[in-house]
């Protein structure tokens, strides 16, 4: 990838539990060597209608995530630190068991930009 290049991805998350979970938040960062910035991020209060079962909800009002249920977030950005950068996509979701969280990290490298 080049210094200037648009990184576009696009991200799905599926319910494979077998139960509804609820609190869903997935946040896609890039880290490079000037700083860590927000490409984007999703709750389950802005999908309702790609996903959450809007028609069931917790005790506190939250809409559910079903059983084989997706939510996607789609993000595009202009590449702008040279040098190794690292996509950050973080996931947080309550279930009856608690809360529960992960990340997964994509590293690749940005290269100025070459004039033949």
Same mark, same amino acid.
């Given at each position: 990838?080049? %210094? *200037? ?17 609820? $609190? ?7 880290? $490079? ?14 999908v309702s209608s790609s996903g959450m079962d809007v028609d069931r909800?917790?005790?506190? *009002?939250?809409?559910? %995530?079903?059983?084989? *249920?997706?939510? *996607? ?41 070459? %004039?033949?």
């Amino acid at each position: 990838m080049s %210094l *200037g290049e648009t990184i576009k991805t696009h991200v799905i998350l599926s319910n494979t539990s077998q139960q509804p979970v609820i $609190g869903v938040k997935m946040m896609i960062e890039v880290q $490079g060597p000037n700083g860590r910035y927000r490409l984007g991020e999703l709750s389950n209060r802005q999908v309702s209608s790609s996903g959450m079962d809007v028609d069931r909800e917790d005790e506190e *009002g939250e809409p559910e %995530l079903a059983v084989d *249920g997706e939510v *996607g977030l789609d993000v595009d950005s202009e590449m702008k630190d040279v040098g190794l950068n690292i996509l950050i996509i973080s996931v947080a979701w309550e279930t009856a068991e608690g809360r529960k969280t992960f990340q997964r990290f994509l590293k690749f490298n940005v290269r100025s930009y070459q %004039l033949d």
